[in-house]
């Protein structure tokens, strides 16, 4: 295990170009990587890092996202890298085919704009009430048989989706 420290800079541009530059070195080396911190913007140039280190192999990538929101707005307060944006760049990746490559787990509520995204998309997804009833195994079971076919998983986890108790103040 090795830390390679904090990622800082002036501006997010700057911040986010150097996490895919990591992400994509990651990929390249087959490195196992985790990401800490940040809001979960952050999860933008990750996905853009790993997309473009898998550009013209053929590999498919799969998203498994942990959170209480789907975060599939096409912008947020006009901002398409919001928070709330993450797995709708993730659609516009070269190496993600489309919704049925994302599993979303412990969704407790969307935005306006997401219902009707899904309604025309449908999406994988064990909400935060299906999950307390099935439990860990079952929904890794869905989730493995919805992405086994795929090359390559990104795990994405937003501390909202933990219980509020334990997570006061977030989303």
Do not use: W
Not at 24 to 40: P, Q
Request: proline share 2%; net charge negative; with cysteine.
């Amino acid at each position: 295990i090795l830390d390679l420290g904090d990622i800082a800079g002036d501006d997010r541009r700057e911040i986010f170009e150097e996490v895919e530059a990591r992400a994509e070195s990651f990929v390249r080396a087959g490195k196992f990587f985790t990401f800490i911190g940040g809001d979960h913007s952050i999860s933008i140039p990750i996905m853009k890092g790993v997309d473009r280190a898998l550009r013209g192999t053929g590999k498919e990538l799969g998203i498994v996202h942990i959170d209480a929101h789907f975060d599939l707005c096409d912008e947020m307060e006009d901002d398409p890298l919001s928070h709330g944006c993450t797995e709708r760049r993730a659609l516009e990746l070269e190496s993600v085919a489309g919704t049925e490559s994302i599993f979303f787990v412990g969704i407790r509520s969307s935005e306006t704009c997401e219902s009707e995204f899904i309604r025309y998309n449908p999406v994988n997804v064990v909400s935060a009430r299906e999950y307390r009833q099935i439990g860990t195994k079952e929904t890794v079971i869905q989730i493995r048989e919805a992405l086994h076919h795929l090359d390559a998983v990104y795990v994405t986890i937003d501390i909202e989706a933990l219980d509020q108790d334990f997570a006061p103040g977030t989303g």
